[in-house]
């Protein structure tokens, strides 16, 4: 048995530490750290609930309780160094930190200068209530700012500390000094990231606790080499005054290194709380009935780091897209890019169910039972991957299964999604680097930043020619001729047939798409390589964007075209023409009615609404006719079954859609594919953007094509619609640059050595 403290350490000891049931022969000890503006009393409780062997220590700050009359400190630093040289005597037997809120912070300090030291550490380190130290630099806090009735609110806001005591005017001027020191601590505090902790380290946190999103406890991997538990529990900020049994208990088994692996859990089983958004993450947690949930510990999470970026971004990620060597997707959201690269996860949707794969894992299968799109909601909320964006495509025939059609010939894959191993977000001058692998990230750095430097050097002045102005035009000329009869006959509404116009010269994709982005102004564009399908497009308008923080739900529907050639006069008739021409109006306005018939089928009545009616947006080398809906989701729905109601897009496929469909599906001699369907990108809090791809040029299967549709009701006239086919593909064959296979451009030789290096 260890001797007991004298002398001047235990003098010094004493000033930091209180001891509300002394046991100087204990054989271990728990010191706790408590939270801003706390008092030692905060763990007088926990003296008294451990065994007799163990002994816990509850540390006092300068400037409180019986420390009054010395100043207080305001700066983790100087806290944590004075908080380290107090606590070195008391590391003569097995000793655990334990810290709550901005105490986790203080122990974690605490605990990385005992380790530099070289002398007696601490045997296991339990953090409580915080976010991790990289989201604390992702997400400073605001609070060495506020004034008195800011801290106040914020006090009442987590919930610890009785109102009776912030409305009592004596009261409130004990309890503001502390919480004003404290505060400077956490608002002043960026903590490093290197070294890493080699103490074991557990997390705990409550299940609604809003400051501390469950998804971001793994990430305290980043700062720790042994990361022993993540375990949440119910309640809000301050769930351990409830929880107290179960927290001693993780601080015990933390001190005899206990519990240190939790068993996974079966991605088909885990909790949609393991996804970044807090919502639903809270949900979950009050569904669980107040048992306690171990969040999925070690799952993959991406390392991150903020660079400047001075280039442009559309040429930076298509020069990177240029040399990688791995599947990618580039997405662009009017100026904001997302570019993805590598597959860690693959979310493959069939018409007999969903198929999850990550990593190393075995796939895990999700039937389709319950509809296709269930079946893909399923399989994404078992990604376990924190803090995940998934990129993909979906493709026309996934209307199908949607609309009670028979499924495509063979087992064909209806739309490819890619959880990345490397991405970068470009937006505002500046380059958010994401890598699964901590070793890419130096590696990606070097990539971005040499491909920013080219300035956008990728285009050529060279085209190669497609046959736009006749290819099938006699065919095509006849298939509307025929939709038109089947319409007057009463089958349907409305139809969009398409023409297929091949490109019989290799074409350079990513150069193919710089140029194509500067020649038009899209809603949205992309580039991709994945799932066997390439394609670079400029998408006119959008099939849904559904928010998964709020469920907001946005269609813009685009219907009625002319051509935009340049010449203002030329053009500003072309315009009044559309208002005037009641073939266009009318298509316009039933594809509008049809959009808001599928809004209200999964949001709230009340809110669906038509923002924007008939305005002009010109898109390349046409100008649309487009409108804006919008609607809240009901309670119930899901994203996935508003994208589920707008699929396909009105504008690529009919009225009513199920006979569009099947009119589609007889009238044109191949799959549609990628066309006029979508390229998307889906976040983990539940938010889905999906673009229409229209304007597009496409290759598979060793075949490269474009293809653009007319919209077609009872007053077309094939001549007519067979000429805004042709005005669509020339927002697109305008720009098909030739590939240089003997001659690449310098950006290739510059960074394909290190695409290839991450790639394997």
Same mark, same amino acid.
């Given at each position: 048995?260890?001797?007991?403290?004298?002398?001047?350490?235990?003098?010094?000891?004493?000033?930091?530490?209180?001891?509300?049931?002394?046991?100087?022969?204990?054989?271990?000890?728990?010191?706790?750290?408590? =939270?801003?503006?706390?008092?030692?009393?905060?763990?007088?409780?926990?003296?008294?609930?451990?065994?007799?062997? &163990?002994?816990?220590?509850?540390?006092?700050?300068?400037g409180?309780?019986r420390?009054?009359?010395?100043?207080?400190?305001?700066?983790m630093?100087?806290?944590?160094?004075?908080?380290?040289?107090?606590?070195?005597?008391?590391?003569?037997?097995?000793?655990?930190?334990?810290?709550?809120?901005?105490?986790?912070?203080?122990?974690?300090?605490?605990?990385?200068?005992?380790?530099? *030291?070289?002398?007696?550490? =601490?045997?296991?380190?339990?953090?409580?209530?915080?976010?991790?130290?990289?989201?604390?630099?992702?997400r400073?806090?605001?609070?060495?700012?506020?004034?008195?009735?800011?801290?106040?609110? !914020?006090?009442?806001?987590?919930?610890g500390?009785?109102?009776?005591?912030?409305?009592?005017?004596?009261?409130?001027?004990?309890?503001?000094?502390?919480?004003?020191?404290?505060?400077?601590?956490?608002?002043?505090?960026?903590?490093?990231?290197?070294p890493?902790?080699?103490?074991?380290?557990?997390?705990?946190?409550?299940?609604?606790?809003?400051?501390?999103?469950?998804?971001? +406890?793994?990430?305290?991997?980043?700062?720790? #080499?042994?990361?022993?538990?993540?375990?949440?529990?119910?309640?809000?900020?301050?769930?351990?005054?409830?929880?107290? #049994?179960?927290?001693?208990?993780?601080?015990? $088994?933390?001190?005899?290194? *206990?519990?240190?692996?939790?068993?996974?859990?079966?991605?088909?089983?885990?909790?949609?709380? #393991?996804a970044?958004?807090?919502?639903?993450?809270?949900?979950?947690?009050?569904?669980?009935?107040?048992?306690?949930?171990?969040?999925?510990?070690?799952?993959p999470?991406?390392?991150?780091?903020?660079?400047?970026?001075t280039?442009?971004?559309?040429s /930076?990620?298509a020069a990177?897209?240029?040399?990688?060597?791995?599947?990618?997707?580039?997405?662009?959201?009017?100026?904001?890019?997302?570019?993805?690269?590598?597959?860690?996860?693959?979310?493959?949707?069939? +018409?007999?169910?969903?198929?999850?794969?990550?990593?190393?894992?075995?796939?895990?299968?999700?039937?389709?039972?319950?509809?296709v799109?269930?079946?893909?909601?399923?399989?994404?909320?078992?990604?376990?991957?924190?803090?995940?964006?998934? !990129?993909?495509?979906?493709?026309?025939?996934?209307?199908y299964?949607?609309?009670?059609?028979?499924?495509?010939?063979?087992?064909?894959?209806?739309?490819?999604?890619?959880?990345?191993?490397?991405? &970068?977000?470009?937006?505002?001058?500046?380059?958010?680097?994401?890598?699964?692998?901590?070793?890419?990230?130096?590696?990606?750095?070097?990539?971005v930043?040499?491909?920013?430097?080219?300035?956008g050097?990728?285009g050529? #002045?060279?085209?190669?020619?497609?046959?736009?102005?006749?290819?099938?035009?006699?065919?095509?000329?006849?298939?509307?001729?025929?939709?038109?009869?089947?319409?007057?006959?009463?089958?349907?509404?409305?139809?969009?047939l398409?023409?297929?116009?091949?490109? /019989?010269?290799?074409?350079?994709?990513?150069a193919t798409?710089?140029?194509?982005?500067?020649g038009?102004?899209?809603?949205?564009?992309?580039?991709?390589?994945?799932?066997?399908?390439?394609?670079a497009?400029?998408?006119?308008?959008?099939?849904?964007?559904?928010t998964?923080?709020?469920?907001?739900?946005?269609?813009?529907?685009?219907?009625?075209?002319?051509?935009l050639?340049?010449d203002?006069? +030329?053009?500003r008739?072309?315009?009044?023409?559309?208002?005037?021409?009641?073939?266009?109006?009318?298509?316009?306005?039933?594809?509008?009615?049809? &959009?808001?018939?599928?809004?209200e089928?999964?949001?709230t009545?009340?809110?669906?609404?038509?923002?924007?009616? @008939?305005?002009?947006?010109?898109?390349?080398?046409?100008?649309?006719?487009?409108?804006?809906?919008?609607?809240?989701?009901?309670?119930?729905?899901?994203a996935?079954?508003?994208?589920?109601?707008?699929?396909?897009?009105?504008?690529?496929?009919?009225?009513?859609?199920?006979?569009?469909?099947?009119?589609?599906?007889?009238?044109?001699?191949?799959? $549609?594919?990628?066309?006029?369907?979508?390229?998307?990108?889906?976040? +983990?809090?539940g938010?889905?953007?999906?673009?229409?791809?229209?304007?597009?040029?496409?290759?598979?299967?060793?075949?490269?094509? @474009?293809?653009?549709?007319?919209g077609?009701v009872?007053?077309?006239?094939?001549?007519?619609e067979?000429?805004? /086919?042709?005005?669509?593909?020339?927002?697109?064959?305008?720009f098909?640059?030739?590939?240089a296979?003997?001659?690449?451009?310098?950006?290739?030789?510059?960074?394909d050595?290190?695409?290839?290096?991450?790639?394997?």
């Amino acid at each position: 048995m260890a001797e007991p403290l004298a002398g001047p350490a235990a003098a010094e000891a004493d000033a930091w530490f209180r001891r509300y049931a002394p046991r100087p022969d204990a054989s271990a000890r728990i010191v706790c750290f408590g =939270p801003a503006g706390g008092a030692p009393a905060f763990y007088r409780d926990w003296a008294r609930a451990v065994s007799d062997d &163990v002994e816990v220590l509850s540390v006092v700050l300068p400037g409180r309780e019986r420390r009054a009359a010395e100043p207080a400190l305001t700066d983790m630093e100087t806290l944590a160094d004075a908080a380290t040289a107090a606590l070195l005597p008391v590391l003569d037997r097995p000793t655990v930190l334990f810290g709550h809120s901005m105490g986790a912070s203080v122990a974690f300090e605490v605990t990385r200068r005992l380790e530099a *030291t070289g002398g007696p550490r =601490p045997a296991a380190l339990v953090v409580s209530g915080r976010p991790s130290p990289r989201r604390l630099l992702e997400r400073p806090s605001p609070v060495a700012e506020y004034d008195d009735e800011q801290i106040v609110a !914020y006090l009442r806001g987590l919930g610890g500390t009785p109102d009776e005591l912030l409305d009592d005017p004596e009261a409130r001027e004990l309890i503001l000094p502390p919480c004003r020191a404290d505060f400077q601590v956490i608002g002043r505090y960026a903590p490093e990231l290197h070294p890493r902790v080699t103490t074991p380290l557990r997390v705990l946190l409550g299940d609604r606790d809003e400051s501390v999103p469950d998804w971001d +406890a793994s990430r305290w991997s980043e700062v720790a #080499t042994r990361l022993s538990g993540i375990h949440v529990l119910p309640g809000g900020h301050f769930y351990l005054v409830a929880e107290r #049994t179960a927290v001693i208990d993780h601080v015990l $088994r933390s001190l005899h290194g *206990t519990g240190d692996a939790p068993a996974a859990v079966p991605p088909a089983e885990l909790p949609r709380s #393991t996804a970044p958004h807090e919502g639903s993450a809270r949900q979950a947690g009050r569904a669980d009935s107040g048992k306690e949930r171990e969040a999925v510990t070690f799952a993959p999470a991406y390392h991150e780091r903020r660079i400047a970026l001075t280039g442009d971004a559309l040429s /930076t990620a298509a020069a990177l897209s240029e040399t990688s060597a791995d599947a990618y997707v580039l997405y662009e959201n009017r100026g904001a890019v997302g570019w993805a690269e590598g597959e860690y996860g693959t979310v493959v949707v069939r +018409a007999g169910g969903t198929t999850l794969r990550l990593g190393e894992a075995d796939p895990v299968e999700f039937p389709a039972d319950r509809g296709v799109l269930h079946a893909l909601d399923q399989a994404l909320a078992a990604v376990r991957v924190e803090g995940w964006r998934a !990129y993909g495509w979906a493709a026309f025939e996934l209307s199908y299964p949607l609309h009670g059609l028979p499924a495509a010939a063979g087992d064909t894959p209806l739309a490819h999604l890619a959880v990345p191993r490397r991405e &970068v977000r470009i937006e505002d001058g500046g380059a958010l680097l994401r890598v699964l692998d901590p070793e890419d990230l130096d590696a990606l750095e070097q990539r971005v930043r040499s491909a920013a430097a080219l300035g956008g050097a990728v285009g050529s #002045t060279e085209r190669v020619t497609a046959d736009v102005e006749q290819h099938d035009a006699d065919v095509y000329r006849a298939s509307v001729a025929a939709a038109v009869e089947e319409i007057r006959a009463g089958k349907l509404t409305k139809v969009i047939l398409s023409r297929v116009v091949p490109v /019989t010269s290799p074409i350079d994709m990513p150069a193919t798409y710089l140029e194509g982005r500067r020649g038009n102004d899209p809603a949205r564009s992309f580039l991709l390589r994945l799932g066997g399908w390439e394609t670079a497009g400029f998408s006119p308008e959008i099939v849904a964007r559904v928010t998964g923080e709020d469920g907001h739900v946005v269609a813009q529907p685009l219907a009625g075209t002319r051509a935009l050639v340049g010449d203002t006069e +030329a053009d500003r008739g072309r315009r009044a023409e559309l208002y005037r021409d009641e073939k266009e109006v009318f298509e316009h306005a039933v594809s509008v009615r049809l &959009v808001a018939e599928e809004l209200e089928q999964v949001c709230t009545r009340e809110s669906v609404a038509v923002d924007d009616f @008939m305005s002009i947006k010109e898109r390349g080398s046409v100008q649309h006719l487009a409108s804006r809906l919008s609607g809240s989701l009901a309670p119930g729905r899901t994203a996935w079954e508003a994208v589920g109601a707008l699929f396909p897009a009105v504008t690529a496929s009919g009225i009513p859609k199920a006979e569009g469909c099947e009119l589609i599906r007889r009238a044109e001699r191949r799959p $549609r594919g990628l066309y006029s369907g979508a390229v998307l990108t889906v976040d +983990a809090d539940g938010t889905v953007d999906a673009a229409l791809v229209l304007r597009s040029v496409y290759r598979h299967e060793g075949r490269t094509w @474009m293809r653009a549709g007319a919209g077609i009701v009872a007053h077309s006239t094939p001549e007519r619609e067979l000429e805004e /086919t042709r005005e669509k593909l020339r927002s697109v064959s305008r720009f098909l640059v030739p590939a240089a296979e003997t001659e690449r451009r310098p950006l290739a030789s510059a960074l394909d050595e290190q695409s290839a290096a991450l790639a394997r």
